[in-house]
Every structure is written in C-alpha cells, then in structure tokens.
C-alpha cells in the first residue's frame, strides 16, 4: 500500500508546509514570538500629517510596556502628556489634570493604544476581538494591518499598519478615513531589568 | 342609671370623632419632625438641604454577583443605567459612562463664547491668537490630536474644551469594564439622582420601585443582587417600617394584654370594659396632634402603644379592687384621689415636652397628655356604670399572699436598693462625660444595619457627602446667578491660595445673563478679527484662510440669544444647574458645596475662619457659610439640652405638685425616690449595656418618673390610711405588668425610636414597683392587721 509514489506527494507535502512557515507565517506564530516580549522603555518620534496644516506636527516621547497589561506612553514634546493604558483602564495626565476613563469610552484614542499593547504582547485574541487582521511578510520583516471592528472608530480610522522585526514594532501607521495620517518610529527598546 | 348611658354615649361619641380625625390624619417618618418650628437661616438651610437638597435626592445603587463575574456586572450596570436614563423620574443616572452626553457636547459647542470664562477682548488681539493658535497646533500633537484637529478650524482658541474639561468630576470612583466599581468589593455602583425632592415620599417610594423594577426586568437569572441606599429610600422604609411595627406591636401587646386581662378578669366583658379607656385615649392622643400639627409622625404613633399599657391600669385597679353589692361612689373614692393624683403627675410631666421648639417632642407632650385625660376620664365616669354589680375578682387570694411577701422581703432589703440606686448614681457621675449620644442622626428612624450600608456605599462611590455649603438668596433668578459670579470669584481666589481645594457653582454651568453680555460686547468684529488671523498665523503653518468657521462662529455668538436655563433642560448641564440654583417659595439659591483640602479616608474640615472673612467682603449679596454637621449637630445639642431642661422642670413640676398634695416634704421624698432611682439605675444600665442615650431616652426616662411615681403614690397613700391591702397590691401589680408589656415590646423593635422608648421604660416602669415597693413599702409589711382575709 505504502508506494514510492504516495510516499513522494507526502514528502513533497511536508516540504511544503516546510517552506510555507519560512515564507509566510502564520498570526499565532507572530505572537508567540511576540508573547516572549520582556518588555522595556523606548522612545518614538511621531508625525502627524494633517491637511489644514502647511507642515506635519511633530512629537517625540518615551514608550514603556510592562507585558502583558501595561503600556505608557508620555509624550514629552510639544507638551507633555502621559497616557497609560493598563488592563481596561485610560488614565490620560496633562498637567496638573488627570483623568481615569474606560478603554473604550475613547474608541478613537482606545483602538490606536490597544492595537500596539496587544501586539507587544501578543495578544491574538484581543486583537481579534478589536480589529479585522491582516498579516503579511516574514517573521523577521512583518507588517500587521489592523482595520477597527468598532463602528464609532472606524468612523475617523481607516487602519493601523504595525511594522516589525520578530518580537519588535519599529513603526506604527495610522490612517485616518479623512486622508490624514500619522507615523510613528519606534526605536529599539532597553531591556528593564 | 341613666348618667351610666350618657357616659358611655358620651365616650362612643367622642372616641368616634377622634377615629374619623385619626382615620384622615397622614403619617410621616422623616427627619422633619426633628427640625425647628422657627428655624434660624442656616438651620432653614439644612432643613431645606434634608428634605430637598441634593444629597437628598440621591440612591446609591450597589451590584454584586454570586460568582464576583465582574464582567456581567459591567453589563447590568450599562443596561441599568441605560433604563433609567430615559425615566423622566431620574435627573441624573452616573455609573461611570461618560457623563456628558453628546447634547452636553453640542451645547457647549454653539454656546462656546457666552459660556466660557475665558470670553475677553483680550482673548481676540494678534497676541492672544497666535498663543492660542500655536497651543492648539501643539494639541494635535498629543495622542488624541488626531481626534480633535476638527475643533482646530472652528474654535482654535479651544473654548470648548476648557469647558468640557470643567464638567469632569474630580472625584470618581475606580472603573473597571467602563463602570464604576466599589473599593473594597467587587460591586458595581450608580448613583441615581431624582427629580422629586427628597420629602416628596410618594414620589421616592415611585422611582425607587422603578428601580427595582429595572433591575428585575434585566436581572432575569437572578445572579445579581441588588443594594439601595439613600435619604429618600430610608424616608420611604421608615415610614413603611413605622407603620407596620406600630401595628404589629400594638397587635402583639392587645394579644397579650387581653389574654392576661382575661386570666385574671375571667370575664371577656370586663376585658372590653377595660379596654375602653385605652381605645378612646389613643384616638383622642392621635386627633389631638392631628389637630394640633396638621399630620402625626412616626415617633408618635409608636409612643401611642405604650400608652396602652398605661391606660390599661387605670381599669385595673378599679376592676380588681371591686367588691360586690359594694355602693358604686366606694372603691372610687378609695383609690380615685390616687389615681388622681397620678395622672396629674404624669401631665405636669409632659405638659413641660409642649413648649419644645422640637416638633417631635411637642407632639409627644401633646399625644400622652389628651391621651392620658380621655383615658382616666372614661375611666372615672364611664367605666364604674358599667361593672356588673356583683363582678370580683376574688381568685387571686394566693397571689396577693405571695406578693405580700415579696413585698415584705423589698421593703426589709431597702438598704441594698437604697445602696444599689446611690451607686448607679456614682456610676452616672463618672461616666457623665459620654452618656448622650450628639448626633442629630442618633433621631434617625433609619435602622443601624441601614446606615452602615449606606456609609459603605457612599465610601464606595465618593458621594457628596455635603457637608460644608455656602449658600446666597436673591429675589430673581439673574440677580442669584450674578450674586453666584461674585462669590465664585471669591472661592476661586481660596483655591488658587490653597484654602480651599474645590468648589461648585451654578456660574460654571451658567453665566448671568449680564455677563453673557458683556463677553458678546467683547467679541470682535469680523474684519478685525479677520486681519488679527492673519497676523497671528503668519509664522504658523496654519493658513489664515481655512480659520473661516471661527470668524462666523464669533459673529453668531455676538448676536446669538443668550443660554437660559430652558435652554440646558435635559442634559447634564441642566442637571448640575437644578441642583445648585434652587427657587424656592419665589426666591432664588444659590448654593456652593465646597470640597475642604485632599480627599482622604479622614474627613477633612475646612479652614471656616477663612473662607468666612474671604465672604465678609461681599456684604452686598450676604453669603453665608455652612457647615451642616456642625449645623445639625448643633440643632440637636440644642434639643438635647432643651430636653434636659424641660425634663427637669418637668420633674420639678411633678414634685412641687406632690409636694402640694401631701403636704409633707418628707413624704414627697420617699415616694419620688423609688422613681427616680430607677431612672438613675435604668441609665447606668443603659451605658453599661454600651447605649448612648438620645434625646428619646431621655423622654423615657422622664416617662419613667411619671408612671413609677403612681405606683409610689398606691403606696405612700396606703400607708396614710393604712389602707394597702391584697387586692390593692395584686391591682399594682397587674399595672405594673401591662406597663411592662406594653413598652418593653418595643424593645424588640428595629425601628430605633421605638425601642429607645421601650428599652427605658420596660425596665424602669418594673424597677419603679419593686423600689416602690422597697421605699414605700411599709403598709404592705405590715397590712395583714388591717384587712381581713375575706376581701380576697
């Protein structure tokens, strides 16, 4: 029964699915790469291109991420601003004002935070849960394109394009249904120990 | 023959009267009974506050899970609060969703340039604008810049934000799925706000039941369980709680009483009989007030059943002491001078509780003292027609011969009462310091088990626990919000100083209608605020040109119809402008809670010595600082002291009249002391027991004076005609018993009024006969010469 010749389509299938994980990948290999995250503090510059201004608006910060539930971002420049998302809870400080809302009381604001924590951490299911996904590349060259399942948010986000390395994001895209756009470059995180 | 029918006529008649007075009568159980009948401003600003005021008007509501599912919770939180909001009979509806609604949002948007604070000329130059200008651009830099760059072309000098910012509550509890949940536990809370004042009983009882009906209907697997908290929902149980313990109670005692009646009577027509005096005394106690008050509290009605257990006596003795074929004028003339007497010493005791400024205590006075007159007056002309001529009660040999001895064995160990009384007195005078209780809510018919939840509720969702107010009246509504301008202006200046960490004021919400002009004055014409663009926006990549929105948008406000109240009906901003610009009886206030330095798990008290000279300088619009626990606590400190005073001259009266009667000092003495021991004794035992008394203890005790100088007089005139015999001591004792009964039930009451009456009196009217007994006792020693056995 075993022949030569069904013997050789098996092989050949194994080397394919061999080559297929080379290639490609699949999203649940992605996150576990990106599920082994330690962590750690990073800055980012970011660009914001609107088209009532001449010129895109440029701020600058540090990013923070404390796997698998914590993600801070303060923004140093122009002004700063801290905003932390940990668990379901937005905790947004300007100034002297500090103000503790529910992920999702800001979609917008929510889904552009939720869709870098869940991908730092590795969070298929999250991230499921919150956008339509949409992976392409290699595992050591990824892009991720997340289109919003909330219908107040993609009113104004049309996607986020995460690009990254194994178990790092190095860019961030946002691109809103207006046409406007912002990038944001990560660069490579510190290990806290 | 005949008198016997006109008396008995006579006392259908009248108790008929009094039932169909009683029958229309309304019952209350709120806290106004406490509050003063000639209030001064303040206390008229905490009475208004109790009853109307907003923390009046708020129910907490608490979530939990049998499983802790925090997430089904979240979910019943969201539908509850989504329910409630579209009930008209609900203001506000927080469980931690966004507070302000989208139509808070538009309002504060088209209204931006009446409504802000910021609304200058200044804000207009070249200068003001490019600050402005380069600020929001820097915003759409922030991590929501991309979100807001709408407002960017149409209000680039962020009006809208600043006052969207203004409307978030600085304190909130923590939030967990998108809703609010308690600190210590895992219970969702809301916090529910209702359109009806607090007073307004029906109404709470309504909403409340719309609550629970909510919450039924979206609860279908019954997992959750629901807790409610608040002013009205407490006014609401105790006017229900009030109402069925008096009724179960007074049920309860009749039972009682009618059966022992019965034992002892054998006769159920003579238990009728004696039941008389008691039915007509009560309705008469509950038409009087009703007549005199316009409606009867609670507290009331509740003192009501132990007047049972007092009026019965009154039937008691005459019954027991009956002798057959004996001329009717007889056992009267025996005892009646006693009885008398006694029911004198009880009135001149209460009449002192009519002149409280107290309603509470006046309608206590008033109820005891009509009560107590109908009572003994059936009693005394109604009753005696009507015994059968050869009714007696003669199976009680044994007994008195029992009691006789008993009462011998009191009056031989009157040095060990005499000993006990002295050193329950030294007892009091150590502890003196803490045996009331100094607040006004120790008046509260709210049950303990209630409050705690209520504080741990209101812990959970940092609830304005109001506490300290400034208030200001005017005559109209603009002249309140101009008034409201000035004193904000003040408290703002205490803020930025430090004195102060926050405040609330109707003019965050709602500018008058002078200012609201002034700021359109102070807009800028188109043109000029066209070429200002220009020139601010030159080094900017901002193009002058796209800021056209802007330039309408401050021409419409320059001529737009000023924001009124009507305007803001149906969002938060109209709620939060309800409860802090009040009109009541055609004026207008303005009230200011003030938050006092840092929340923490202390209560902070404010720094009043300041903030009042701060005020000081606004003489034109008087504003008054309140501190409504102080306030409250002072109210009641004053009833407190009010009811030691009226007590004593109570007391004072009761002796004087004694005093008069007997015509001996030394007389006067022994039969006031077996009351007043026991009062002595009955306080001590309270605060060994761990109670602080409250004022209705108090009037217990006074209650205690009244009723246990009876049983000290029975004996004292015994003694004086040597006169005391078996039937005499079995009729004292049987009073004894009913009294007994009829207030110690209440001890078992869960309503806090009711068993303050019953946890002082029980025990003192029983500790009254047995001193009595003790101190007066020597004609019951030695009675067995005096009376033959036959009697019995």
């Known amino acids: 029964m075993f022949t030569p010749k069904v013997f050789t389509v098996f092989l050949c299938l194994l080397l394919g699915l061999a080559f297929q994980t080379a290639w490609a990948m699949d999203l649940s290999q992605l996150m576990q790469v990106l599920a082994q995250n330690k962590g750690g503090k990073t800055t980012f510059v970011e660009r914001k291109y609107v088209a009532m201004l001449d010129e895109p608006v440029e701020s600058s910060g540090e990013l923070r991420f404390d796997p698998p539930y914590r993600l801070e971002r303060r923004t140093l420049k122009p002004r700063t601003e801290t905003v932390v998302l940990e668990k379901e809870t937005l905790t947004l400080s300007q100034g002297k004002s500090s103000r503790t809302v529910n992920l999702m009381e800001y979609p917008e604001l929510g889904v552009l935070i939720e869709s870098i924590r869940a991908t730092l951490a590795g969070d298929q299911r999250t991230l499921e849960r919150y956008y339509q996904v949409n992976l392409s590349g290699t595992l050591t060259a990824w892009q991720l394109v997340l289109t919003p399942k909330n219908t107040q948010a993609t009113k104004l986000v049309k996607l986020i394009r995460l690009i990254g390395q194994r178990s790092l994001v190095s860019r961030v895209d946002v691109e809103l249904t207006d046409g406007d756009m912002s990038v944001m470059t990560i660069a490579k995180p510190q290990v806290i120990p | ?792």
């Not at chain 2, 029906?202 to 909403?207: L, T």
């Not at chain 2, 105790?238 to 309860?252: H, P, Y």
């Not at chain 2, 006990?420 to 049950?447: C, I, N, Q, R, T």
């Not at chain 2, 014409?525 to 802007?550: C, H, T, V, W, Y």
Request: with cysteine; aromatic share 6%.
């Open chain 2, 1 to 792: 023959m005949k008198s016997r029918w006109i008396g008995l006529i006579a006392c259908l008649v009248l108790s008929l009267g009094c039932a169909l007075i009683a029958l229309r009568t309304s019952f209350i159980a709120d806290m106004s009974a406490f509050l003063p009948r000639t209030p001064t401003a303040e206390q008229q600003v905490l009475v208004d506050q109790l009853r109307d005021g907003v923390a009046s008007r708020l129910l907490i509501i608490g979530l939990t899970h049998q499983a802790d599912d925090v997430i089904a919770l979240a979910t019943l939180s969201k539908k509850l609060a989504l329910h409630l909001r579209k009930d008209a009979a609900f203001l506000t509806v927080a469980n931690g969703e966004s507070v302000t609604t989208e139509r808070d949002q538009t309002l504060l948007f088209e209204n931006r340039y009446l409504l802000s604070p910021n609304i200058t000329a200044q804000r207009f130059t070249v200068e003001a604008l490019h600050a402005a200008f380069k600020e929001s651009i820097a915003a759409l830099g922030m991590s929501s810049g991309l979100f807001t760059k709408q407002l960017l072309l149409r209000d680039p000098t962020a009006e809208t934000l600043f006052l969207t910012e203004q409307m978030i509550p600085q304190h909130q509890p923590r939030i967990k799925h998108g809703v609010w949940f308690g600190k210590t536990a895992n219970r969702a809370v809301l916090v529910v706000q209702t359109r009806a004042a607090g007073s307004d009983l029906d109404s709470q009882q309504a909403a409340i039941e719309a609550v629970k009906a909510a919450f039924r209907e979206l609860n279908a697997d019954g997992k959750v369980s629901m807790q409610l908290s608040g002013p009205g929902l407490f006014a609401v149980n105790a006017r229900a709680n009030i109402q069925t313990e008096v009724t179960r109670l007074s049920t309860i005692a009749s039972v009682v009483l009618i059966s022992l009646l019965l034992l002892v009577y054998r006769s159920p027509r003579m238990v009728i009989l004696g039941l008389l005096p008691v039915i007509s005394g009560t309705l008469a106690g509950i038409a009087a007030v009703s007549l005199g008050f316009g409606s009867v509290h609670g507290m009331t009605l509740g003192f009501g059943i132990t007047l049972i257990g007092e009026a019965v006596d009154y039937a008691i003795y005459l019954f027991v002491q009956h002798k057959p074929g004996s001329d009717l004028a007889a056992p009267e003339q025996r005892f009646w001078p006693t009885i008398r007497l006694g029911v004198l010493t009880s009135i001149c005791g209460f009449a002192s509780l009519l002149f409280s400024g107290f309603t509470g205590l006046a309608q206590l006075g008033l109820f005891s003292i009509a009560g107590l007159v109908v009572a003994a007056s059936v009693a005394r002309w109604v009753l005696p027609g009507l015994i059968p001529r050869n009714f007696q009660v003669n199976h009680l040999y044994k007994t008195g011969e029992q009691l006789q001895r008993g009462f011998k064995g009191l009056y031989k160990g009157r040095g060990l009462s005499a000993v006990m009384a002295v050193s329950a007195m030294l007892y009091l005078g150590f502890h003196h310091s803490d045996l009331w209780h100094h607040e006004l809510k120790a008046l509260s018919p709210v049950p303990l088990s209630a409050q705690e939840l209520d504080t741990f509720l209101r812990a959970d969702v940092a609830a304005p626990d109001v506490r300290y107010l400034v208030v200001v009246r005017a005559l109209d509504q603009e002249a309140a919000l101009q008034a409201a301008e000035q004193v904000s202006a003040v408290l703002e200046s205490l803020v930025q100083e430090g004195s102060l960490a926050g405040f609330e004021s109707v003019s965050r919400y709602l500018p008058s209608q002078l200012t609201q002009q002034q700021r359109q004055l102070s807009l800028p014409q188109a043109n000029i605020l066209q070429e200002n663009i220009a020139r601010a926006s030159k080094d900017l990549p901002l193009q002058a040109e796209k800021l056209k929105g802007f330039v309408l948008d401050v021409q419409k406000a320059k001529t737009a119809p000023l924001v009124i109240p009507t305007d803001l009906e149906g969002s938060a901003i109209g709620a939060a402008v309800q409860s802090l610009l009040v009109k009541q009886q055609g004026a207008y206030t303005a009230l200011f809670p003030l938050r006092a330095a840092d929340q923490g798990n202390t209560a902070y008290v404010i720094q009043e010595q300041v903030i009042r000279q701060a005020l000081n300088s606004l003489q034109s619009v008087k504003p008054l600082l309140i501190d409504l626990k102080t306030q409250s606590d002072a109210l009641y400190k004053h009833y407190l002291q009010e009811a030691i005073v009226l007590s004593l001259i109570g007391v004072a009266a009761i002796v004087g009249l004694i005093w008069t009667v007997l015509k001996s000092f030394k007389r006067m003495v022994r039969v006031i002391a077996a009351p007043l021991a026991s009062v002595v004794i009955v306080a001590a035992g309270l605060h060994l027991l761990g109670i602080k008394m409250s004022l209705l203890h108090l009037i217990g005790l006074q209650l205690i004076v009244a009723i246990g100088s009876n049983y000290s007089l029975f004996f004292d005139q015994a003694s004086d005609k040597s006169a005391l015999d078996r039937q005499m001591l079995v009729s004292l004792l049987l009073a004894n018993i009913t009294t007994v009964i009829g207030f110690g039930l209440l001890a078992f009451s869960s309503v806090p009024v009711l068993n303050a009456f019953g946890i002082t009196v029980g025990p003192g009217a029983f500790l009254s006969l047995l001193l009595a007994a003790s101190f007066n006792g020597k004609a019951a020693s030695n009675s067995s010469l005096t009376f033959p056995k036959t009697a019995l």
